[in-house]
């Protein structure tokens, strides 16, 4: 096998593993913690409610302008993003032919795609309050 077989498989093996160890361990914490529960209810030993309700997952939904302020820094940052991909197309001695600017315009879409739903997202919570 040579390195245009061994680069790619590598490459996605960091993939996987950056997004499935971190989901791994907080499986693996969750359970740990819910095993304690169960010895501790086994025993007879009374659990606080609000653990329990820590523990299950209560999660409240985060607020509307929240979600809008959190969507709108997402896109200024995939904005600036492409702006830098950009400025280092030109930069190289490449100029737009240099393989920078495929990444500048899928940055900038999303940027672009964000910055529009974020007002979108505030242009609703504006009508709602």
């Known amino acids: 096998?040579?390195?245009?077989?061994?680069?790619?498989f590598t490459f996605f093996f960091f993939l996987g593993a950056v997004i499935l160890v971190p989901?791994?361990?907080?499986?693996?914490?969750?359970?740990?913690?819910?095993?304690?529960?169960?010895?501790?209810?086994?025993?007879?030993?009374?659990v606080d409610p609000a653990l329990l309700q820590q523990i299950?997952?209560?999660?409240?939904?985060?607020?509307?302008?929240?979600?809008?302020?959190?969507?709108?820094?997402?896109?200024?940052?995939?904005?600036?993003?492409a702006g830098g991909f950009t400025a280092a197309a030109f930069l190289a001695d490449g100029g737009a032919d240099s393989g920078f600017i495929v990444p500048a315009v899928i940055l900038g879409a999303l940027g672009a795609a964000f910055l529009m739903l974020?007002?979108?997202?505030?242009?609703?919570?504006?009508?709602?309050?």
Do not use: C, F, H
């Open 1 to 8: 096998m040579g390195p245009e077989i061994i680069i790619p």
């Open 23 to 46: 989901i791994w361990l907080k499986e693996r914490t969750r359970q740990a913690t819910l095993k304690i529960v169960q010895d501790s209810l086994e025993k007879g030993q009374p």
């Open 56 to 81: 299950t997952g209560a999660v409240k939904a985060p607020p509307p302008a929240d979600r809008a302020r959190r969507t709108l820094g997402s896109g200024v940052v995939l904005v600036a993003l």
């Open 118 to 129: 974020a007002i979108v997202d505030y242009s609703t919570t504006k009508k709602d309050e």
